[in-house]
């Protein structure tokens, strides 16, 4: 009873439960302040404290949900679904650009059209490919999808080869042209003593 009453009587616009509350001792016009601090203690813990938690705790649940939201539309609209490689990697190395490859080379319905055929073909008619690839469902193994790998973008290895042989053939090229460049000083020097003798 005791908790209904000051439930009842802290959230009315009254004074809340002091203005409910009366000091049987207490003489008209005298304050006690034992009495004003409970009475304010109380409407600010209660009407103060607590509902700002219960808001605090609300935007802060609001605030993890929309964070959340925000992580897998990106997700959604910048990493490939198959190979998990980001919009920007794939739109620095690869021609085709992010949206080729996810609708052409990485295209998601096609691996789910791919799995449907192998369920209903008849395993005695599998290729090796289709045999490997139906165990690894069967299996929960995904390690058959090429992640972290795109047949659009070359290789780093590769890449780092490519360029070393490329920085190989314009080192051979620049020695090339030391060689041809001292023979054309040593000519023009040639021919100018020889225009400088005759005069």
């Not at 605090?56 to 929309?66: E, P, S, Y």
């Not at 959604?76 to 990697?89: A, H, P, S, T, V």
């Not at 008849?122 to 090796?128: A, L, R």
């Not at 690894?136 to 070393?164: H, L, Q, R």
Request: proline letters at 1%; aromatic letters at 12%.
């Amino acid at each position: 009873d005791c908790f209904i009453t000051t439930w009842d009587q802290t959230f009315k616009g009254n004074g809340a439960v002091g203005s409910f509350l009366e000091d049987p001792n207490q003489a008209e016009g005298v304050v006690n302040l034992g009495r004003f601090f409970f009475d304010n203690l109380f409407k600010i813990v209660l009407a103060i404290v607590v509902i700002n938690m219960l808001a605090g705790i609300i935007i802060d649940t609001f605030g993890a949900l929309k964070d959340l939201h925000q992580k897998k539309n990106n997700d959604l609209y910048n990493i490939c679904f198959i190979c998990g490689i980001d919009r920007e990697k794939l739109e620095k190395s690869s021609e085709s650009g992010f949206t080729y490859h996810i609708k052409r080379e990485h295209y998601m319905w096609n691996y789910l059209f791919y799995r449907a055929y192998l369920e209903s073909k008849d395993e005695t008619e599998f290729s090796g490919t289709e045999s490997y690839v139906k165990e690894k469902i069967g299996d929960y193994d995904t390690s058959w999808f090429p992640i972290g790998k795109a047949m659009c973008i070359k290789d780093e290895e590769e890449d780092s080869n490519e360029k070393a042989e490329l920085l190989e053939n314009v080192s051979q090229s620049m020695s090339e042209l030391r060689a041809n460049l001292g023979d054309i000083v040593a000519k023009i020097n040639t021919i100018v003593d020889q225009t400088t003798n005759k005069h």
